[in-house]
């Protein structure tokens, strides 16, 4: 969950990349900013106070990833100590985009991996049921044993089959 000054950091640049037609860019600056803070030893290097400001910098600008406002946006996150939430930034810069382009993203989570028109059933179905486009990520975890498990937004709907078997264990440990 973003904090709320990565919210208002999200905020911020959504409003001046859509102001500048520049969404997806952004988007991609903001995995190549996150990839750069989220290396530990990089971060660390970046918010040591005895490292002249400047030359923090340097180093940021020095990787040749970023473009100038991703590396403006990487200069207040380090000046005001939150380095750490550029995760936060970018997943509610994402939820922004998503939002203002009518999609949501989902997550099914299945036993076995999905056949290509499986998956484009589930996507399809979603979409329906959500009047939204529909960005979605397939995960496999055996540990369901079968059905699936979807996750879009906050909500989730577990139809998974040790979802089933667990709460059937349940209902007999009550009845005993």
Known sequence: MATAAAKRYARAVFESATSEGRVEEWEAQLGALRQVLSNEGMLDVLSNPTIPMEQRMELVTSLKVLDHG?????????????GHEIGGVADEFERLADEAAGRVRAVVTTAVELEAGDRDRVSRELSQRLGKDVAMEVLVDPRILGGLKLQYGDRIIDASVATRLQQLRRQLADAS
């Open 70 to 82: 991703a590396s403006n946006l990487a200069r207040l996150l380090i000046e005001s100590g939150r």
